[in-house]
């Protein structure tokens, strides 16, 4: 068995370990591998143990591998800060799900491409739980707001949220993000907008992803775990400057 696939198979392994722990039935939760800096041939290892869901962060990195991608069945989700000028070159990719949409320029924009294709995306909003400022996603107080008025688009389909939680070995303090997203999922779904779902939660890492299935997550993004140690700093991910 290559390294990838006995990762997956650790990371699965995990994943029902943490169900138990918590109650739930391991199909509860989707693994979805987190591919940037990652080649397209170490991919396509993950994909043939037959896991479907992948995510970049850049629409670059998206662009360098979808050739190579194109013969493996698989879903791509997008999980990096997207510019509101790269929403056009997102779109050519066949991006099923944009779960990092947290501000409303960059939803309205989306939507002025769909609705001219008449076509229609999934969407995650991104909530900064962390108060890091290093990282994106609407503020949790704003969560609402921003629903109601991604809701108003009719191209885009909310269907819950997403996080990073805090880079931290404090448990205590990851395990918080983790709690601020359900509890900021409940408030969603109590205002009972048309049109809205509230049931996927996106959080928990490499680091992180056990506690927040404990928590209620439905999807885990790995990306370390399962393909080694990435040569770009994450601050090239996730910083403002770049
Ligand atoms: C890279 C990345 C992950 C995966 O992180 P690992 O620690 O490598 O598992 C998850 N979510 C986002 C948004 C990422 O950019």
């Given at each position: ?37 990652v ?24 662009k ?29 990719y ?17 939507h002025?491409?769909?609705s001219?294709?008449?076509r ?123």
């Amino acid at each position: 068995m290559n390294d990838v696939a006995q990762h997956i198979q650790e990371i699965l392994d995990r994943i029902e370990k943490a169900c138990i722990a918590s109650n739930r039935s391991k199909d509860s939760v989707r693994l979805l591998l987190a591919t940037k800096t990652v080649p397209p041939e170490r991919i396509k290892l993950a994909l043939e143990t037959g896991q479907t869901l992948i995510a970049e962060n850049k629409v670059q990195e998206l662009k360098e591998k979808y050739e190579a991608l194109q013969s493996t069945p698989h879903e791509n989700h997008f999980i990096g800060h997207l510019q509101t000028n790269k929403v056009k070159d997102i779109l050519k990719y066949e991006v099923h799900c944009v779960q990092s949409l947290d501000r409303i320029d960059l939803a309205e924009k989306l939507h002025q491409r769909l609705s001219a294709e008449g076509r229609s995306i999934d969407v995650l909003l991104q909530v900064n739980t962390s108060n890091e400022e290093s990282k994106y996603g609407v503020h949790p107080d704003q969560a609402l707001d921003l629903a109601k008025a991604v809701a108003a688009l009719p191209s885009l389909h909310i269907k819950g949220l997403m996080t990073i939680g805090l880079l931290s070995a404090d448990a205590v303090q990851v395990r918080q993000c983790f709690q601020l997203l359900k509890k900021v999922q409940q408030e969603i779904a109590a205002a009972a907008i048309p049109g809205v779902e509230m049931k996927e939660l996106s959080m928990g890492m490499s680091g992180d992803m056990d506690i927040a299935i404990e928590e209620g997550a439905t999807i885990v993004r790995v990306g370390t775990a399962i393909f080694g140690k990435r040569p770009t700093p994450d601050s090239f991910y996730w910083n403002e400057n770049n």
